[in-house]
């Protein structure tokens, strides 16, 4: 049985349906059918179901409010994280956690490596990477994939955004020296479900291939659905926000070629797919 945190969520609800797919036995869960941060709760639905693995995609994501509410953030992001795998530890159980790019520095030109420094630039990376050291030291039989840029069919993201504004606007605003790798939760969806049938644990990097810049999301986003809004390029430094965002967010894909899991399809497709199943 595997147990899906966060599955009203974009990620969360694409891992429940490929594994349904694919007939394996899915619990499905949110905040109010499992409390995470209830150390109780959590070993008590251990006690009642047989869980052989967890896919762990809950998560606080509100990077901004996050600066305003550390305690509620670290509470879901740490402990509740922690809670999960002491519970997976105990019992023998795989524990596949997502994690961020945020846990790095932002700085450089380089992806990132999975075992490269660590230097969260805000709360919500600083607790991601709690998450992961809890994950790593509480259970054995661990996956951590760290992503970015996740966009999909639920919830809010940046293309939908970009799209509703496209309704609106002639021109957008949208920062020009933020490089990183979109992803769609699909398809990361489908590698996680592939990797918590192996036992090849260890530290991961997963996105879309190739790497781009928000405003070159933007215009790609306006192109494909034949949008004609303007997109002006700004510095990070005209767009104020709350929480300090990193300026490289490329991420090493080796780990995975090394597991032989094989990468995720080019970012363009991948947006393109995205859309037209809009």
Request: charge should be neutral.
């Amino acid at each position: 049985m595997i147990l899906v945190t966060g599955a009203n969520g974009q990620l969360g609800g694409d891992v429940c349906s490929i594994l349904k797919s694919q007939n394996k036995d899915c619990i499905p869960t949110d905040a109010d059918t499992l409390d995470i941060t209830d150390e109780k709760s959590v070993k008590a639905f251990f006690e009642t179901h047989c869980i052989d693995a967890v896919i762990h995609c809950a998560a606080y994501t509100a990077v901004d409010k996050a600066e305003d509410e550390r305690e509620k953030c670290f509470l879901i992001n740490e402990a509740g994280t922690q809670n999960l795998a002491l519970c997976a530890g105990a019992n023998g159980a795989k524990m596949l956690y997502v994690s961020t790019d945020y846990v790095f520095n932002g700085e450089g030109q380089t992806p990132f490596d999975v075992n490269d420094p660590k230097g969260p630039l805000n709360v919500y990376g600083e607790s991601k990477l709690r998450g992961e050291k809890a994950v790593l030291e509480s259970c054995k039989r661990a996956f951590v994939v760290r992503t970015s840029w996740v966009f999909g069919e639920k919830n809010t993201n940046f293309i939908a955004t970009m799209l509703r504004l496209s309704e609106t606007h002639d021109e957008v605003n949208v920062v020009c020296d933020q490089i990183g790798s979109p992803t769609y939760s699909k398809h990361l969806a489908r590698l996680l479900c592939k990797m918590i049938s192996t036992e090849r644990f260890g530290i991961y990097h997963a996105t879309n291939e190739g790497f781009c810049s928000w405003a070159e999301l933007a215009r790609e986003v306006f192109s494909v659905a034949g949008k004609t809004t303007k997109v002006n390029s700004v510095l990070s430094s005209e767009y104020k926000t709350k929480a300090k965002r990193p300026l490289n967010s490329r991420l090493s894909k080796i780990s995975l070629d090394k597991s032989g899991f094989g990468r995720l399809p080019e970012w363009k497709a991948a947006v393109k797919e995205y859309i037209l199943n809009m």
